[in-house]
């Protein structure tokens, strides 16, 4: 591989459409220098050295085995689930970050890469720490801020030379890894398992850590001592952006990592637990040094596994921050994004060289040390999420090369989650809280992504499935009603003096759906103009879309719309119309209206006043026809359920004051109507309406009543468009002429 580039160009590179920030170098990974070895080498750890012979003394032999076993099963679904999405995707650079962000969005990526990204680089200093525990151990005497210093800087220089200098490196730490396991193996070839499998203790006694005094343990706090040697499978998917072939490499770099160090850490058990007794294992936790043939490589292969480890997590982490600023999901992305003309993130770099060095100052980072463990497992978690979501969806977009059985990524997630509480609740959940907090900050800065998620089809599905649930249901849904609005529209200047009425009255669970009717003659920017007041919509809180129908007459058109829109499981339940200014209108008016009992569509007539328009939408007036003699009150209360729901919404959204007024003829009528619209109100729950009932003309008591802001009248079934226009006159005020769908009720 090539040495360290002399000259530094930074060049901005900007993502491209899959995710992918391209790399300016020709430099690429295989699998098995770019994903096979670093993966290898950070599952073969610390604990692998100094803590496999204290699980097998504490669970014995059978139990040692099945631990191992559980934590490997779970990330090996994991695994599974990563080198099936892989397969899907072409995934770009940052690795998990990558795999969540094309499923789940930037948001739900950043707000998972984010805690990553700090755990892979506290993770660092904690390998740091863990080196020098074994360099003091061979050399007491040497300061330990001067050891820890020693081999930041040289585990730095590395990492900011070329990650293909690392690789180099990595592959001279491999060597000695295996030299440790060779002169293991050779201790077991000359007679250091001393005992016969039937004399080794298969369930152990669980009797804890010698440091506390042997207080007694179990089978979960020795598992969870054990699981963080398991993570790190990640180690080859964070040069997702800088390996040859990412889709073939992961897969088969992983897996095989996963699976070699399995049997390596099941022979070690079966050879530890052969080797010495139970006390000795559980008391001695540097037992495979002094039972090797040689121990003075198993010391190297120990110090060796620690130093791979954090020139891993320091070539790794950059990567994620480089792809985290390419979408400017932290601040000054632009530059954390730069790369150099060999396709280096050195900026990213020495960000991260920053963050390790104030680390190192704190000299003790056991307090957090939990909290990298779960930002790991919340990641694989995710990764399991989104392979279980795609396959749930049945999208067709989700056809991997590598087909996993969809109980593998449940089991994934399950085994994740279970892991997370299992090695510490309390951290699992703080943990937990700090995702959820990131993806609430990330959520309110609308980031805007160059490439699609599946978060539209997982919504669409679920949709699907209540449809689905909700049609062996009653069709009558009076509690769950709201108004879903369909407005036609021809002009949208026009619709643009209704806008804030519209929005009042959807707001804030109703919608608008805006239908636009073309013709020959209709401006070629309609389209535009009814997409760009459905955004306009949104924008004030009210769910809008819209749609656009050609054809030769307005009515025809409306119409088709209305019989295209009414087999839909969200259909609008209310059409919105002004006023109709011609009698060619009226008479286009009057067949829709028809078409509308057939639909079971509420109606809402506008008719807005040329000088008072809205008013200081204070007071609303509710006129009721006169019922005599029949005033009982029952479920059915005639034309009167949508004009008491929509005035009900427009007083909440205008914090005003709502009026129910009636007209008799005789004074007889007077109290039986009194006490129908008092019982109305009362039932319909709306205390605070007031309640008037006047004897004589109706036109007369119109025309004396109370100024209102806006006026509501029931609309018969043949529209009388000259009272309307009367009525708006007599009112001084905007009128709304509302008719029931008889699928809404006031009372419900």
Same mark, same amino acid.
């Given at each position: 591989?090539?040495?360290?580039?002399?000259?530094?160009?930074?060049?901005?590179?900007?993502?491209?459409?899959?995710?992918?920030?391209?790399?300016?170098?020709?430099?690429?990974?295989?699998?098995?220098?770019?994903?096979?070895?670093?993966?290898?080498?950070?599952?073969?750890?610390?604990?692998?050295?100094?803590?496999?012979?204290?699980?097998?003394?504490?669970?014995?032999?059978?139990?040692?085995?099945?631990?191992?076993?559980?934590?490997?099963?779970?990330?090996?679904?994991?695994?599974? *689930?990563?080198?099936?999405?892989?397969?899907?995707?072409?995934?770009?650079?940052?690795?998990?970050?990558?795999?969540?962000?094309?499923?789940?969005?930037? $948001?739900?990526?950043?707000?998972?890469?984010?805690?990553?990204?700090?755990?892979?680089?506290?993770?660092?200093?904690?390998?740091?720490?863990?080196?020098?525990?074994?360099?003091?151990?061979?050399?007491?005497?040497?300061?330990?801020?001067?050891?820890?210093?020693?081999?930041?800087?040289?585990?730095?220089?590395?990492?900011?030379?070329?990650?293909?200098?690392?690789?180099?490196?990595?592959?001279?730490?491999?060597?000695?890894?295996?030299?440790?396991?060779?002169?293991?193996?050779?201790?077991?070839?000359?007679?250091?398992?001393?005992?016969?499998?039937?004399?080794?203790?298969?369930?152990?006694?669980?009797?804890?850590?010698?440091?506390?005094?042997?207080?007694?343990?179990?089978?979960?706090?020795?598992?969870?001592?054990?699981?963080?040697?398991?993570?790190?499978?990640?180690?080859?998917?964070?040069?997702?952006?800088?390996?040859?072939?990412?889709?073939?490499?992961?897969?088969?770099?992983?897996?095989?990592?996963?699976?070699?160090?399995?049997?390596?850490?099941?022979?070690?058990?079966?050879?530890?637990?052969?080797?010495? *007794?139970?006390?000795?294992?559980?008391?001695?936790?540097?037992?495979?040094?002094?039972?090797?043939?040689?121990?003075?490589?198993?010391?190297?292969?120990?110090?060796?596994?620690?130093?791979?480890?954090?020139?891993?997590?320091?070539?790794?982490?950059?990567?994620?921050?480089?792809?985290?600023?390419?979408?400017?999901?932290?601040?000054?992305?632009?530059?954390?994004?730069?790369?150099?003309?060999?396709?280096?993130?050195?900026?990213?770099?020495?960000?991260?060289?920053?963050?390790?060095?104030?680390?190192?100052?704190?000299?003790?980072?056991?307090?957090?040390?939990?909290?990298?463990?779960?930002?790991?497992?919340?990641?694989?978690?995710?990764?399991?999420?989104?392979?279980?979501?795609?396959?749930?969806?049945?999208?067709?977009?989700?056809?991997?090369?590598?087909?996993?059985?969809?109980?593998?990524?449940?089991?994934?997630?399950?085994?994740?989650?279970?892991?997370?509480?299992?090695?510490?609740?309390?951290?699992?959940?703080?943990?937990?809280?700090?995702?959820?907090?990131?993806?609430?900050?990330?959520?309110?800065?609308?980031?805007?992504?160059?490439?699609?998620?599946?978060?539209?089809?997982?919504?669409?599905?679920?949709?699907?499935?209540?449809?689905?649930?909700?049609?062996?249901?009653?069709?009558?849904?009076?509690?769950?009603?709201?108004?879903?609005?369909?407005?036609?529209?021809?002009?949208?200047?026009?619709?643009?003096?209704?806008?804030?009425?519209?929005?009042?009255?959807?707001?804030?669970?109703?919608?608008?759906?805006?239908?636009?009717?073309?013709?020959?003659?209709?401006?070629?920017?309609?389209?535009?103009?009814?997409?760009?007041?459905?955004?306009?919509?949104?924008?004030?809180?009210?769910?809008?879309?819209?749609?656009?129908?050609?054809?030769?007459?307005?009515?025809?058109?409306?119409?088709?719309?209305?019989?295209?829109?009414?087999?839909?499981?969200?259909?609008?339940?209310?059409?919105?119309?002004?006023?109709?200014?011609?009698?060619?209108? $009226?008479?286009?008016?009057?067949?829709?209206?028809?078409?509308?009992?057939?639909?079971?569509?509420?109606?809402?007539?506008?008719?807005?006043?040329?000088?008072?328009?809205?008013?200081?939408?204070?007071?609303?007036?509710?006129?009721?026809?006169?019922?005599?003699?029949?005033?009982?009150?029952?479920?059915?209360?005639?034309?009167?359920?949508?004009?008491?729901?929509?005035?009900?919404?427009?007083?909440?959204?205008?914090?005003?004051?709502?009026?129910?007024?009636?007209?008799v003829e005789e004074p007889a009528e007077r109290e039986p109507a009194q006490n129908f619209l008092e019982t109305v109100t009362d039932l319909a729950r709306m205390p605070d309406t007031e309640v008037m009932v006047k004897v004589g003309d109706f036109q007369e008591h119109v025309l004396r009543a109370s100024q209102a802001d806006l006026s509501l009248f029931g609309l018969a079934r043949e529209p009388d468009f000259a009272f309307m226009r009367q009525m708006t006159?007599?009112?001084?005020?905007?009128?709304?002429?509302?008719?029931?769908?008889?699928?809404?009720?006031?009372?419900?």
């Amino acid at each position: 591989m090539p040495d360290s580039p002399p000259d530094e160009v930074e060049e901005k590179v900007a993502p491209s459409s899959d995710d992918a920030t391209p790399t300016l170098s020709d430099e690429k990974y295989g699998t098995f220098g770019g994903v096979f070895t670093p993966t290898l080498l950070t599952i073969l750890g610390v604990i692998m050295y100094l803590r496999t012979g204290w699980v097998v003394g504490n669970a014995g032999l059978a139990g040692g085995v099945l631990i191992i076993g559980l934590a490997f099963a779970i990330i090996t679904a994991t695994a599974l *689930s990563m080198s099936s999405i892989t397969t899907n995707i072409r995934i770009g650079a940052g690795g998990a970050y990558s795999i969540i962000s094309q499923s789940l969005g930037l $948001e739900v990526g950043g707000s998972v890469g984010i805690p990553l990204y700090l755990s892979q680089a506290l993770a660092v200093t904690m390998y740091i720490f863990g080196f020098r525990e074994g360099w003091l151990w061979v050399f007491p005497n040497h300061p330990a801020l001067l050891v820890d210093l020693g081999i930041f800087c040289l585990i730095f220089g590395i990492a900011y030379a070329s990650a293909g200098l690392a690789f180099q490196v990595q592959y001279g730490i491999l060597a000695v890894i295996i030299a440790s396991l060779i002169s293991v193996g050779l201790a077991a070839g000359t007679g250091s398992m001393e005992y016969s499998l039937s004399e080794v203790q298969l369930w152990g006694d669980y009797p804890g850590a010698p440091e506390e005094g042997f207080p007694g343990t179990s089978f979960w706090v020795v598992f969870a001592v054990f699981f963080p040697a398991a993570t790190g499978i990640m180690a080859g998917a964070n040069m997702s952006g800088e390996l040859e072939d990412p889709r073939g490499s992961i897969p088969v770099g992983t897996l095989g990592a996963i699976g070699l160090s399995f049997v390596v850490y099941v022979a070690l058990a079966f050879w530890l637990a052969l080797s010495a *007794s139970s006390q000795e294992l559980v008391s001695n936790y540097t037992i495979m040094i002094d039972r090797a043939y040689w121990g003075p490589a198993v010391v190297a292969g120990l110090l060796g596994a620690t130093f791979s480890s954090a020139l891993a997590s320091t070539v790794g982490a950059p990567r994620i921050l480089q792809a985290l600023g390419s979408h400017n999901i932290l601040p000054g992305g632009e530059w954390v994004s730069a790369r150099t003309d060999r396709g280096e993130p050195r900026n990213a770099i020495l960000v991260t060289g920053g963050i390790v060095l104030a680390t190192l100052m704190v000299r003790d980072l056991n307090a957090i040390a939990p909290l990298i463990t779960m930002f790991f497992l919340i990641t694989y978690t995710m990764i399991n999420f989104v392979v279980f979501t795609e396959q749930t969806l049945g999208l067709v977009s989700f056809r991997p090369l590598l087909q996993i059985p969809r109980v593998v990524s449940f089991a994934g997630v399950v085994g994740c989650l279970f892991a997370m509480f299992i090695v510490n609740p309390t951290f699992s959940l703080v943990a937990l809280a700090i995702v959820v907090g990131v993806y609430a900050l990330l959520l309110r800065r609308s980031l805007e992504a160059d490439l699609s998620d599946v978060r539209s089809g997982l919504f669409v599905s679920l949709a699907e499935w209540a449809a689905k649930q909700v049609s062996g249901l009653s069709t009558r849904q009076e509690r769950a009603w709201k108004p879903n609005l369909l407005v036609p529209v021809v002009s949208t200047e026009k619709l643009r003096g209704t806008f804030s009425l519209l929005r009042d009255l959807a707001a804030p669970k109703g919608s608008v759906k805006l239908l636009g009717l073309a013709s020959e003659h209709t401006p070629d920017r309609l389209k535009d103009q009814v997409e760009n007041l459905t955004g306009a919509f949104r924008k004030r809180g009210v769910f809008a879309s819209s749609t656009i129908v050609k054809g030769d007459a307005f009515g025809d058109n409306l119409i088709v719309g209305v019989q295209a829109l009414g087999g839909a499981f969200f259909r609008p339940n209310i059409l919105f119309l002004p006023l109709p200014d011609t009698e060619q209108r $009226e008479r286009d008016y009057q067949a829709v209206l028809r078409e509308l009992s057939d639909e079971q569509m509420g109606t809402v007539l506008y008719a807005r006043h040329p000088d008072a328009g809205i008013g200081q939408r204070e007071q609303i007036n509710i006129w009721i026809s006169d019922r005599s003699p029949d005033w009982e009150v029952s479920m059915d209360i005639g034309n009167l359920d949508l004009p008491l729901l929509l005035a009900y919404k427009l007083r909440r959204n205008w914090d005003a004051h709502m009026r129910l007024l009636t007209v008799v003829e005789e004074p007889a009528e007077r109290e039986p109507a009194q006490n129908f619209l008092e019982t109305v109100t009362d039932l319909a729950r709306m205390p605070d309406t007031e309640v008037m009932v006047k004897v004589g003309d109706f036109q007369e008591h119109v025309l004396r009543a109370s100024q209102a802001d806006l006026s509501l009248f029931g609309l018969a079934r043949e529209p009388d468009f000259a009272f309307m226009r009367q009525m708006t006159d007599t009112t001084h005020s905007s009128c709304l002429f509302v008719r029931d769908s008889g699928q809404e009720s006031a009372l419900a």
